[in-house]
């Protein structure tokens, strides 16, 4: 398989692309990414002293179409999976329109030039966010109506809703995959656990939005990709997959537990004023992906939680170059300005 990845220097691009290489020696992967705040190449780093016909990192934007036509062309690549996006409700909250040029008019890009290139297999990689809230009872499946409530989980729902028209009006094979919040390592640390774990090593407070009593599913991020690989291998075109971590927590919960397991104190706990628009609760049916694809999702929240502790600890200078921007004087340093 030659594959395509775009968004592979984020959080779940990083973790699918070293896992897929991993698991498939005979794949070839082209990692495309604009390297925004988010996408950190240092993730990937260690790859790029292997051979090139197993990884090859691209930089640049989705939005491009001379760019991704000939990536397409260049490198023969059979199929595409969409990770890059703007990914922050917070941030979508402050500037919504850099979500409309990536995840709205970026994807439409990337299924055009597939579509022409006559690519084999599309994944488009979306969110629950695009079911909108849910009340206390129930789960969301892919008939759910989209509902979404902030600019990015709206921006999301226009990209899935764009590849149902490539897939009607143009048949290119693409599959939409929706999942629950996820968790692990190389997670850029505006997200609640990284954020979280970081704030408590300083001892500063830990800003918890509203009640705290928000209800976020999570998932450890390899059981994602591996919902993604079997939905790239065999996802029926034009079908949606949710997938789903089956560990509802509050994000109180949440809290609590990431600090008994560093022993600092819950007083350390602030409440701070809520996220506008904050959705109340997700929760995910994934027996669609189970009987179809044997997705399910393997490694319990409270191991998975304790795992991605043990990898900041000991990654603690990757978050310490994400946080002091010290990674991108080491990407300006390749590049020039960054965008
Ligand atoms: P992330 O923010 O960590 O990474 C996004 C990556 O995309 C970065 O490397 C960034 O540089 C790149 N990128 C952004 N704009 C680009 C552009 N125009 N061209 C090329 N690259 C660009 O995101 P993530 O958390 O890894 O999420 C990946 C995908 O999974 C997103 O589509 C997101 O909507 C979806 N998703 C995320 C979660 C989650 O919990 N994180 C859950 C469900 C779905
Ligand atoms: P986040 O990691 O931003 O993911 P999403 O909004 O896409 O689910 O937030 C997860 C939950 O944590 C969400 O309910 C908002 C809440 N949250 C806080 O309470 N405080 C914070 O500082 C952040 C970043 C999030």
Redesign the pocket.
């Known amino acids: 398989m030659r594959l395509l990845v ?10 699918f692309i070293r896992l897929m290489l991993a698991r498939h020696p005979d794949w070839t992967i082209v990692n ?9 190449r240092l993730s990937l780093a260690d790859l790029e002293q292997g051979p090139e016909d197993r990884y090859l990192f691209v930089r ?5 179409p001379d760019l991704v036509a000939g990536l397409l062309a260049d490198h023969g690549l059979e199929a595409v999976v ?7 409700v917070d941030r979508s909250i402050n500037d919504p329109a ?1 979500f409309i ?3 709205v008019q ?1 994807a439409q890009n990337l299924m055009d030039c597939a579509r022409r290139a006559k690519t084999a297999r599309f994944v ?6 695009v079911y909108g809230s849910l009340g206390p009872e129930g789960a969301f499946t892919e008939d759910s109506p989209l509902a979404p409530n902030s600019p ?1 989980s709206a921006s ?1 729902a226009a ?1 899935d809703l764009m590849a149902r028209a490539y897939f009607k009006t143009y048949g290119l094979p693409v599959v939409v ?7 692990g390592p ?3 640390p505006e ?1 609640l656990i990284p954020l979280m774990f970081l704030k408590a090593c300083r001892d500063q407070t830990l800003p918890v939005y509203g009640d705290g009593l928000n209800v976020r599913d999570w ?1 450890y ?1 390899d059981d ?1 990709c591996l919902g993604l690989e079997s939905a790239l291998l065999k996802g029926r075109p034009g079908e949606v997959y949710n ?1 789903g971590g089956a560990a509802e927590k509050t994000n109180l919960d949440l809290v609590r537990a990431l600090l008994a397991l560093l022993g600092k104190p819950e007083s350390l706990i602030e409440f701070v004023q809520d996220r506008p628009g904050h959705d109340r609760r997700y929760a995910m049916n994934f027996e669609k992906a189970g009987k179809e694809l044997g997705f399910a999702p393997g490694l319990d929240f409270d191991q998975g939680l304790a795992r991605t502790i043990d990898w900041y600890r000991a990654n603690q200078a990757w978050l310490d170059s994400v946080q002091s921007g010290a990674y991108r004087k080491f990407m300006d340093h390749w590049y020039g300005d960054r965008p």
């Open positions: 775009t968004g592979g220097c984020g959080f779940i691009g990083a973790n495309l990414d604009k390297l925004t705040y988010a996408g950190n640049g934007d989705i939005c491009d969409n990770f890059a996006a703007e990914t922050h850099p040029g990536t995840n970026g488009q990689v979306s969110t629950d966010e990015y999301k990209a995959t929706r999942c629950s919040n996820n968790y190389y997670q850029f997200k998932i991020v994602h997938f």
